[in-house]
């Protein structure tokens, strides 16, 4: 991790060193390598991607992201490819327009390679990607092709999404980064909703300058600048929850270490406690979430109820016994923590905590626990996990900061300061 790998595949690409045809084709032969084990995609056709290379050849026109290979969740929707939401019940489906995001990227010149797993509608009902690193553990979700496809070295990035921990959860499991900007910074049109008061767009790539590179051209911002990358270190309130019950040794003892780390070059490290306002926040993003998924999935429920799984049946039959307002009242305890959190960084430029419980757990059957990342989600803020350390089964683990609404280039300049420091 460190140096932009999407900027050293750009350069050829945009000298006319590289054809599009030629990078494609490297990412198809990894897949077909790999593919038949790690598991990460809900739809490739190599024909087609090799075609739309050789039209961006023929075109010559060199957008931002001429050339560079894509993988996209498969609740995006897109026109050429099926859009099936992790569901029997979308099984061939085929959108007529490309959701938002979609069309920017091709726009910028990238070729969408295909479409990575998601779980069931991007909930917890597990897909059929394998973490690329154990195949045996799972790649964590509901961005779990994507972040499998971008760790094995099938496409350099990678669409996702998150409303609980879905971005940050399987890219710490499968040790790359994962952003999560801020809520609404990134166009949702065309993407398959969960909790709309939450979902997010981010990006799962091999570091965070390739991340903001991405997230520039998502949200048509000018690029990142990484010059000098922080005028001084960073002041960052280290969290340990009501949740650190969860944390397993391993992950503990990573983040001390790297706030030791961190504190050693210069950061001034700060525990944050545990504040009651950010306990009572924790408490009401489920509440928030499971009502809105309620509500976005009736179609669904009442057309294809024996479609869909008990496990996603539950977390509906849960969220429509939630009344109108209790639903007001779990808003407005967020409302009120998103106001706290903002107060803080008049001391603070970043929180730290882990990115997960631990590695990734043996087996495939549970995506893991996003315990973790649910409070920061609901928060509104950027959030991003770097890897650092590995836990005892030599699985990679990850480093979560999070930001203020918003700041999220400062975020990113903060962020790459810190993925320096712990390569090191």
């Known amino acids: 991790m460190g140096k932009s790998l999407i900027k050293s595949l750009l350069a050829p690409l945009q000298s006319g060193e590289m054809t599009c045809e030629e990078a494609t084709t490297i990412c198809l032969t990894r897949i077909e390598q790999r593919e038949p084990d790690v598991r990460a995609w809900a739809h490739i056709d190599p024909a087609q991607a090799i ?34 939401f992790g569901s029997p019940i979308y099984r061939g489906h085929r959108p007529s327009a490309d959701s938002a995001c979609v069309a920017i990227l091709r726009a910028a010149g990238a070729v969408v390679l295909g479409k990575t797993v998601t779980t069931e509608f991007a909930t917890t009902y597990r897909g059929k990607t394998r973490n690329p690193r154990h195949l045996d553990r799972t790649p964590g979700g509901s961005s779990s092709g994507s972040a499998a496809a971008v760790a094995d070295g099938m496409v350099p990035a990678a669409l996702g999404t998150q409303t609980m921990g879905s971005i940050i ?5 499968c ?22 008061s939450l979902d997010t767009i981010g990006v799962l790539a091999n570091g965070v300058e390739d991340a903001a590179l991405l997230t520039a051209v998502l949200c048509g911002a000018d690029p990142v600048s990484f010059d000098g990358v922080v005028s001084r ?53 489920l509440e928030i979430v499971c009502f809105e998924l309620a509500r976005s999935l009736s179609f669904e429920w009442h057309r294809h109820r024996p479609q869909l799984s008990a496990t996603l049946c539950g977390l509906i039959e849960f969220g429509r016994a939630i009344s109108l307002e209790s639903y007001l009242s779990a808003q407005n305890a967020a409302a009120s923590a998103r106001e706290w959190f903002a107060k803080t960084f008049a001391q603070a430029d970043l929180w730290m905590t882990a990115s997960a419980p631990g590695e990734a757990p043996l087996g495939l059957e549970s995506t893991g626990d996003p315990i973790h990342n649910r409070l920061w989600s609901l928060l509104h803020g950027p959030a991003l996990t770097v890897p650092f350390g590995t836990g005892p089964g030599g699985l990679p683990l990850g480093v979560q900061l999070i930001g203020p609404f918003n700041g999220d280039a400062a975020f990113l300049r903060g962020a790459r300061w810190v ?5 090191e």
Do not use: C
């Open 51 to 84: 075609a739309e290379a050789r039209r961006r050849d023929r075109d010559g026109v060199r957008g931002p992201l001429f050339g560079l290979s894509i993988g996209v969740k498969d609740i995006f929707n897109t026109a050429d490819m099926p859009t099936e």
């Open 169 to 173: 959860r399987p890219a710490a499991y």
């Open 175 to 196: 040790g790359v980064v994962g952003f999560k900007p801020s809520f609404g910074l990134i166009n949702r049109a065309g993407v398959k909703p969960q909790a709309e």
């Open 233 to 285: 270190p960073p002041r960052i309130f280290l969290y340990r929850g009501p949740d650190w019950t969860k944390i397993e040794k391993g992950a503990d003892e990573a983040l001390a270490m790297a706030a030791t780390r961190l504190a050693d070059a210069g950061a001034v490290i700060q525990d944050a406690g545990s504040p009651a306002i950010l306990r009572n926040a924790l408490a009401a993003h």
């Open 419 to 423: 993925e320096t420091q712990l390569a």
